[in-house]
């Protein structure tokens, strides 16, 4: 099994950067398709981005493109997101997801994280 850990949440101003960072407790055979999803309250969990296990393919939310960027060390069994640009409307917490055969846009991933919360201010 795959136990997902989110870190790298914080407060910060519009227009500033964060990074998080997603790590597995566990191992799988092959790499899993990780994603990062967010939800702010009263509203949904909504997609943010994804990268495949090979890391050879990148899906981005339009909210989020060109600001955001994911990526992976599959040595460290890590998962990032850097983000860029941030905007009051980011604010949420952000939830990294994990599996093997996923609908990437949607939040059918197996393993979850616990969340971490990103504050952007106005």
């Known amino acids: 099994q795959v136990q997902p850990v989110e870190s790298g949440g914080g407060l910060v101003q519009t227009g500033g950067s964060l990074r998080l960072s997603c790590t597995s407790s566990?191992?799988?055979?092959?790499?899993?398709?990780m994603g990062w999803f967010r939800q702010a309250p009263r509203k949904e969990r909504e997609f943010v981005a994804a990268i495949s296990g090979t890391g050879r393919n990148t899906f981005y939310a339009d909210a989020v493109k060109g600001r955001f960027t994911i990526s992976r060390d599959n040595a460290a069994n890590t998962v990032y997101l850097q983000m860029n640009s941030l905007q009051p409307e980011d604010t949420a917490v952000y939830y990294c997801?994990?599996?093997?055969?996923?609908?990437?846009?949607?939040?059918?991933?197996?393993?979850w994280g616990q969340g971490t919360q990103v504050t952007v201010s106005s």
């Open positions: 997801g994990a599996g093997p055969r996923v609908d990437v846009f949607r939040p059918t991933y197996d393993y």
């Open positions: 566990g191992r799988a055979l092959r790499p899993y398709t």
